[in-house]
Structure formats: C-alpha cells, structure tokens
C-alpha cells in the first residue's frame, strides 16, 4: 500500500542542549494553528540553505516549501559578522533533494560547551541521479573534539540556539521523512 503522507521522525540532539529549544517543522507551519493539513513538503523541503560557519556553525537560514506552494524562511543561531564573507548559500533547483546531513557536534574547548561544529550536505538531483556536496561549514580551527553525526533524508531542522552569542547553535537534531526514502 503506498502512503501518502510522512512519517516524521526527530534524531536525537547532536551537541549541546544550551540556549532556546527550536523545530523548524512546527514553526514553518505556525502549528497547532494552522490548516491542519499545512506542512513542509515532503518530497522537496528545502529550496535554500544559508550557513554561517567559522570555528563553529554559528547560524542557519532555510528557506522551506510548504504543500500550499508558499515559502517560509527561517534562520536558526546568531552569525558572528552578519555582513561577513562567512556566509555561505546552498541554492537546490526544482530537482535536488539534501539527501544527508552530516558532519560534527560535541566539545568544543575554546567555548568549553558542547556545540554544532561542522556541517555538510549531500545533495541528490532527483531526475538525473547527480551527486553534489555542500561544505563542510564550520571547524575551521581544526581544535574541535566532535563526534560524528549522519542523518538520511533530512526535512526540517530542530535543536538549540544562543541568540546573540557566538555560539549560535549548540545543537542540532533533524526532523526527517520517509516520503524520499
């Protein structure tokens, strides 16, 4: 029997579990009140990755689809510079998936908290079968003592923020479909 609607499952939080909780699932929709049958789209989510990175992912701005058809842009941590060349734009074309999230979260001695150190993505265009890698953003410095996290099919973005700080995400768990799998 095909299913027509996903089964949303969250990870566990990769990093530190400092600052404000956030779900980017929930938000972009303004559940619970919102059209009950409102949700990111299943099949592709993102058309739009923003990622500030230096010695650690400070920030990330994603531009999700929703099933009406609109847009919602939302941005996750505090960037360093908000002018800087630290910033970096993931564009996906009508076709392309992020088919894996992967990279590094845990101790991080300079700020001595447990953080989202490096991020990179995996990118699928769903007609030809292309691969393509974004990153990685983030763990420059090469001091990071991070464990490594990979996650398939990613579909919102979930986890821990400290607005103002330089240390913008401490954590990161991800919402993902199985509507690509």
Not at 66 to 92: A, D, E
Request: negative net charge; glycine residues 12%; aromatic residues 8%.
């Amino acid at each position: 029997m095909y299913q027509n609607k996903p089964v949303l499952v969250q990870t566990s939080n990769f990093g530190g579990a400092q600052g404000t909780v956030f779900n980017d699932c929930q938000d972009a929709t303004n559940f619970p009140n919102s059209d009950p049958g409102l949700m990111i789209d299943p099949q592709h989510p993102m058309k739009q990755l923003k990622i500030s990175a230096g010695w650690v992912v400070d920030a990330i701005t994603t531009e999700y689809r929703l099933t009406n058809g609109s847009m919602k842009t939302i941005q996750r941590g505090s960037p360093v510079n908000p002018g800087s060349s630290n910033w970096n734009t993931v564009n996906l074309n009508d076709n392309e998936i992020v088919t894996q999230m992967c990279g590094f979260a845990g101790s991080y001695p300079y700020y001595k908290n447990s953080l989202l150190i490096q991020l990179k993505l995996v990118i699928t265009d769903t007609m030809t079968g292309a691969v393509r890698i974004a990153g990685p953003f983030g763990g420059q410095d090469g001091t990071a003592d991070g464990v490594f996290f990979s996650v398939s099919n990613p579909l919102a973005l979930a986890g821990f923020q400290t607005n103002g700080a330089e240390t913008g995400i401490s954590g990161l768990s991800i919402i993902k479909s199985n509507m690509a799998e």
